[in-house]
Every structure is written in structure tokens, then in C-alpha cells.
């Protein structure tokens, strides 16, 4: 009879939509904390340097003599040496135009070597020629023999799609092409950076300062982060925005119980008092209130569970409609979804404490109609 009250669907459908909003929500962070331990487990590129110009506020804007990387690569202490140019430039396709990165390097096939990159059809090896990385293929929507035209203010060239890659880096983005490619576009025969990957007995800080006394005074020598420390920090934020967001749905349960609790004792204050004039315990009104408010918030939860899980997969599934190349794949764990509906049943508890302790005090008074 309890949960046939008037009042008592509004209540669980309330309770369903928090606990959807903290149940999508984790199901969300979920995947992104999975997606950073799988970064952390690539290979960390510990023993990988840049070298930049000194004034450069990004990588872009640095600006180095293509002759240093030949002077690096006598000293005979690196494994790889790559002088690379990043350019942005404006793409145009068959099926539209879009800015994108081109990356000029020396050697193509080295340089995807290099990232351990897994390559679909052939390196480019020359003027017109150029590799695309696979999420950016997917987003410019273009294969195997097709063409982009590159341009870069006035200056243009059209190459030819011979491989697509997929290196599990930001180089999946971009497009590679030789640096007499770039060279084209931008004309000035400089390069960004120079990558520097050193030889394993030689990773060493002895090694490093003796390099950085060897470099011109305009250039300066830049460890690359390393990617399982950038994982567990992006993880750890994500963690950290889920405890606040859970701290705040579970204050609005905490909030709404108390409400729904107390509108039940004020309109049941006549089967209370009854209750009291029979002889029943204080204990048997306070355990009324904690079992009805228990009963819904329960209901409310599992039904909030199953809409935000379901929802967050359902909308990320549109997304992937509408964008391929986004690929989101929200999931909540057995334990996670045991421990938001054991705090969504504590914290409701803990709402109606108040109003339960007043049950039991309860009187019944005539009220005129």
C-alpha cells in the first residue's frame, strides 16, 4: 500500500535521474581511464630528445639549419636522428578542403620505422607523394591512390595517397610527406625540430650535457614526456572529476529523501499516531519511514543504472554515426554499479534520518477538510 502513494513515482523517477547522471558519467570516465592506461602501456620514449630553436614559443615556430642534423648524426650517438618540418596547411579533396599538419621529414619509411607504425601500401618516396595517417584518412575520407591538393598561402602541389598508417601517436593525424614536398610550399629549407632518439648504453646524464655543450647557443636540447606519467596524470584528473561530481549528486539524493520523507510523515501522521495509540514502539514508525524511503530510493536506483549505462553507450553509438572517427566506448564495472547504489541508498538514509526520528514523536491531530 506504502508504494502506492501519491507522490512515490515522482520520487523514483527522480532517484532514477541522478543516479543515470552518476552512472553515464562513470561509465564515461571509465573509458577514458582505460584509454590512458592503454597509452601507458606503449613504449615509452625514454631515451627521445628534441632540439629546438631557442626562442621558439612552439614547435611550429622554431626554426633550425637542416645541416645540424648531419653534424648529429657523426657524432654516432644516436640510434635515430630525424630533422622534421611541421607545416599547416589547407588540404582539398574531392569531397571538400579542411586544415590540416603536414610533417616533412628526410626519410618517410625511417621515420614510420621509427614509431613502429604499421603501413598500408607504400612509403612516399618523393616530390607528390605522401602517407596519411589513419584517423585523419578517415576524417578527410580519402584511401590508396587518391589526390589531395596542399597549399599553403599561393604556393601549391598536388600529391598522391600511396599508404595509409596507423602508429598509435599524434602522427595519425597528420600527413607525411618527403621534405622536398614541404620544401615546396614553404621554400625556405629550414626545418622545425630535430628528433634525437639516443643508443641505449648511452642514455646517461654525462652523455646529455656533453650533446647540449656541443649545440649552437640559438638551439636548445628538450626531453620528450614520457607518455606512462602523462597516462596515470590524466587518469588520476579524471578520478578526481568523478569524486566531486558523485559528491554533489549524492548531496541532491541526500536532499530529495529528506523532502520525500517528510511529506510522508506530515501525510501519514493519522496511521503513525494510530500506530503509537496501539501500542507499537517508537522503533516500528521509525522503521516504516526508513523502509519506504529504502524501498524507492532501491527501485530508483537500479532503474538509474540501467538508463545511464545504456544511454551513454546509445548516444556514443550516434556519434559514431555521425563521426567515424570517434570512437567512444563508455562501460561500467559490476563493483561500480554495487557501490553507486549502496552510497545512493546510505545517502538517502541519511536524509530522512530527521523525518523518521520525528515519526516517531507523532500525533495525530484533526485537521478541518
Known amino acids: 500500500m506504502l508504494l502506492r502513494r501519491r507522490g512515490t513515482s515522482l520520487y523514483i523517477l527522480a532517484m532514477a535521474l541522478l543516479v543515470a547522471i552518476l552512472a553515464s ?7 577514458v581511464d582505460s584509454y590512458a592506461q592503454a597509452l601507458g602501456r606503449l613504449v615509452s620514449p625514454g631515451r627521445t630528445y628534441l632540439i629546438i630553436s631557442e626562442g621558439a ?7 633550425l ?18 630533422p622534421q618540418r611541421i607545416v599547416l596547411v589547407n588540404a582539398t579533396t574531392r569531397l571538400g578542403s579542411d586544415v590540416v599538419w603536414a610533417r616533412g621529414v628526410e626519410d618517410v619509411g625511417g621515420f614510420l620505422k621509427a614509431r613502429g607504425a604499421c603501413l598500408s601500401g607504400t612509403t612516399a618516396r618523393g616530390l ?13 575520407s580519402v584511401g590508396l591512390g587518391d589526390e589531395i591538393l596542399l597549399a599553403v598561402g599561393d604556393k601549391q602541389i598536388r600529391v598522391k595517397v600511396v599508404g595509409v598508417f596507423r602508429s598509435q601517436t599524434q602522427s595519425d593525424a597528420e600527413l607525411l610527406v618527403s621534405m622536398d614536398t614541404i620544401n615546396m610550399l614553404v621554400g625556405d629549407g629550414s626545418v622545425s625540430f630535430i628528433e634525437l ?8 646524464p654525462k652523455v646529455i650535457d656533453e650533446i647540449a655543450q656541443l649545440l649552437p647557443k640559438d638551439v636548445k636540447l628538450v626531453e620528450v614526456q614520457q607518455i606512462k606519467g602523462l597516462a596515470r596524470q590524466v587518469g588520476l584528473e579524471a578520478l578526481s572529476f568523478l569524486s566531486a561530481w558523485s559528491w554533489a549528486v549524492y548531496a541532491a539524493i541526500v536532499a530529495t529523501s529528506y523532502a520525500i520523507a517528510s511529506r ?14 496501539l501500542g507499537a514502539k517508537r522503533s516500528k514508525a521509525l522503521a516504516i519511514v526508513l523502509a519506504y524511503i529504502a524501498a524507492l530510493t532501491l527501485a530508483g536506483s537500479v532503474l538509474g543504472i540501467a538508463m545511464g549505462t545504456a544511454g551513454a553507450q546509445a548516444i556514443s553509438t550516434m556519434l559514431r554515426w555521425i563521426h ?4 567512444v566506448a563508455p562501460f561500467l564495472k559490476v563493483d561500480q554499479a554495487l557501490q553507486i547504489l549502496l552510497l545512493a541508498l546510505a545517502s538517502s538514509i541519511l536524509g530522512c534520518a530527521f523525518p523518521a526520528l520525528k515519526a516517531t514523536r507523532a500525533r495525530y491531530v484533526e485537521q478541518q477538510l
Do not use: C, H
Open 25 to 31: 558519467t562513470t561509465s564515461i570516465v571509465n573509458y
Open 57 to 63: 614559443t612552439s614547435i611550429t615556430d622554431s626554426r
Open 65 to 82: 639549419s637542416a645541416g645540424l642534423a648531419r653534424e648529429l648524426r657523426a657524432l654516432g650517438y644516436f640510434d635515430y636522428v630525424i
Open 128 to 140: 607528390g607523394e605522401a602517407v596519411v595517417g589513419e584517423v585523419l584518412a578517415n576524417a578527410l
Open 197 to 204: 632518439v639516443l643508443k641505449k648504453d648511452l642514455n646517461n
Open 264 to 277: 510522508f510523515v506530515v501525510e501519514s501522521s493519522y496511521e503513525l499516531a494510530m500506530l503509537r495509540a
Open 324 to 327: 567515424p572517427s570517434i570512437e
